[in-house]
């Protein structure tokens, strides 16, 4: 009789055997991840290769613009010709088509909304090129954890709001002039985009630069810092901001939301901090009028240092929640994750 135990593969990572003669192995798909593969190495994995990281980046670099652009048309024309999106002539301003694609509330609805693209590109990408499913840009689970993701944005909202509360009222007891109200018509409108349209927008862009971006850089030099400093520099570029301050606050939200990501297994925390910061703005921000997209100008350090205070005590807190919940940190179950070196221990 043959000894089962010697068909068990070291390590528990799975093998597979040797094609017979004559065979044409088959490409499985999804490619294999053994047990023990941290967030930031989902990437790495059986169908590997040296070049598959820089082929990956072109084809997503090539699909998201091409998705952007077919996006942004089927937007304009929803807005002009109606259809899915035609119940927005409840709140947009009566006017030509020239005049409503250059409205204030059209551009910031666009501005969000065409980012949305972005997410067929990351799944293909992933898929044609990476050969793993869309789940493992998401998380070591290889699907979304949904109750988590409801108390992250809990936590998320809580931190931020407390912020925003304090905010206005230092600006208040400083003396700052208050802006008039827009009107209900006009809030409403940008009320829907930070509810609806925000929380797709900065989930597509944590898709991009904490799940695809960190991983295939990483699937390269295994270690994930050069990964995340190199992703967090780019989400930075993304966003119009000149002021060296903002720059600073932007790298850290990045950095703390790559760091998230691998310490708690997922996207999900970075997801939430991401949009709550967003709508929160953008809910805000309209009780005096139409946000306006352009993001230069400068910035003083009291503007930009309870953002940087919300960062790090929304990280802080939901690390310890990570970590009391049990939640898998790689493949297969939970190990602890270095807070320096990111490596998984044991």
């Known amino acids: 009789m043959s000894d089962p135990a010697a068909n068990t593969p070291p390590n528990g990572v799975e093998t597979r055997a040797a094609p017979a003669a004559g065979r044409t192995p088959r490409k499985g798909f999804p490619a294999r991840v053994p047990e023990g593969t941290p967030f930031h190495l989902l990437a790495r994995n059986s169908a590997h290769r040296w070049w598959r990281p820089a082929v990956a980046l072109l084809v997503f670099l090539g699909l998201a613009v091409l998705a952007s652009l077919v996006g942004l048309v089927l937007l304009v024309g929803m807005i002009v010709f109606g259809g899915p999106l035609g119940s ?194 953008l809910l805000v921000a309209g009780l005096g009028g139409v946000p306006s997209v352009q993001q230069s100008g400068d910035y003083q350090v009291i503007q930009v240092l309870p953002m940087a205070v919300a960062i790090l005590i929304y990280t802080w807190v939901i690390d310890r929640r990570a970590s009391r919940r049990g939640l898998d940190t790689v493949v297969g179950g939970r190990v602890r994750i270095s807070p320096l070196t990111l490596a998984p221990r044991g």
Not at 129 to 142: E, K, N, W
Not at 193 to 200: F, G, H, I, K, S
Not at 212 to 239: E, K
């Open 88 to 281: 927005l002539a409840l709140v947009l301003p009566p006017g030509t088509h020239e005049e409503l694609l250059s409205a204030p509330l059209t551009v910031l609805f666009l501005s969000f909304a065409s980012l949305v693209a972005l997410v067929p590109p990351v799944v293909l990408t992933a898929r044609w090129v990476q050969r793993r499913g869309f789940g493992t840009v998401v998380g070591v689970l290889g699907a979304p954890r949904f109750r988590w993701l409801g108390e992250t944005m809990l936590w998320a909202s809580l931190v931020f709001g407390a912020l925003f509360a304090m905010s206005a009222a230092l600006q208040s007891a400083a003396g700052v002039p208050v802006l008039a109200f827009p009107g209900w018509r006009a809030y409403l409108a940008v009320a829907l985009t930070a509810l609806l349209v925000v929380p797709a927008q900065s989930a597509a862009e944590e898709l991009v630069f904490r799940g695809l971006l960190l991983q295939t850089l990483t699937a390269w030099l295994r270690t994930p810092w050069p990964g995340i400093v190199l992703s967090s520099v780019l989400f930075l570029f993304a966003h119009g901001y000149t002021d060296p301050l903002v720059w600073g606050e932007l790298f850290l939200m990045a950095a703390s939301m790559c760091w998230l990501s691998v310490r708690t297994g997922g996207l999900e925390a970075a997801v939430a901090m991401h949009t709550a910061n967003n709508s929160l703005s």
